[in-house]
């Protein structure tokens, strides 16, 4: 059922565009685990100090290892009706999300934490698709992904520590309070303000959450965003 608070916002003005921030929770249906979800353990390594420079100068072959497990999980999944619904949307997309979902589904969403697909030289930082069906099954020194020059290569995504990629950024920057702003699947954790900063400049919000949180200027619509998204396309149609 929708939401009765959600309905009014809705109708209450003729919205210009939809723009939507997507994080982990859209992609959990589809079977890949939230970063901060129960889990989040590797080889005895939580997972955020897996995620850092340090981390992985002192021991790239466990962070390769881990990056690979976490690639074939991309490889296995399937879009969900959370990611299609957001393709009918026709909104503008800004997610977390370092998988490729979205992009299956013909959604060109504006990334802030990079592409677990790809890779980047560790002094030049020059970008390549990890070619991961030519990866041996663990990595050891020997084998680490390189560059075609050779260089050692990371995995292009933003780690702690880390600028998160600089495109959502301005869009937010440019919100001019007449849009619908829907943030879907965020823990709150590593937002960036964004729908604060939507609800400050008049924006209507809609949070789409498992949990509901408070918040000024917003209404929750809580449940799987799976199921959510595409009422709420239908809605928006």
């Keep these: 059922m929708v939401p009765d608070a959600v309905l009014r916002l809705i109708s209450s003005r003729n919205w210009s565009k939809v723009v939507v921030l997507a994080g982990a929770g859209l992609s959990a249906a589809s079977g890949i685990p939230t970063f901060r979800g129960a889990g989040g353990y590797y080889q005895g390594q939580d997972a955020a100090s897996l995620a850092t420079r340090e981390g992985f100068a002192s021991n790239p072959v466990l962070v390769w290892n881990w990056y690979a497990m976490r690639i074939r999980a991309v490889r296995g999944a399937e879009p969900n009706d959370g990611h299609r619904a957001l393709a009918d949307l026709r909104g503008v997309v800004l997610t977390s999300n370092v998988d490729d979902l979205l992009d299956r589904v013909g959604v060109a969403a504006l990334r802030l934490h990079g592409n677990i697909l790809e890779m980047k030289g560790v002094e030049s930082g020059e970008v390549c698709e990890v070619n991961d069906l030519e990866w041996p099954e663990e990595f050891d020194f020997e084998t680490l992904p390189r560059l075609e020059s050779g260089e050692l290569a990371r995995p292009n995504v933003v780690w702690f520590g880390e600028y998160p990629w600089r495109a959502p950024f301005e869009v937010i920057e440019?919100?001019?309070?007449?849009?619908?702003?829907v943030e879907v699947g965020t823990s709150g954790v590593v937002s960036?303000?964004?729908?604060?900063?939507?609800?400050?400049?008049?924006?209507?919000?809609?949070?789409?959450?498992?949990?509901?949180?408070?918040?000024?200027?917003?209404?929750?619509?809580?449940?799987?965003?799976?199921?959510i998204l595409p009422q709420l396309a239908q809605l928006l149609a």
Excluded: H, M
């Design 192 to 227: 960036y303000g964004f729908t604060e900063q939507a609800a400050w400049r008049g924006c209507g919000v809609i949070r789409v959450n498992q949990e509901a949180r408070g918040g000024k200027g917003l209404v929750n619509w809580t449940g799987p965003s799976e199921v």
């Design 174 to 181: 440019n919100l001019a309070g007449d849009e619908l702003f």
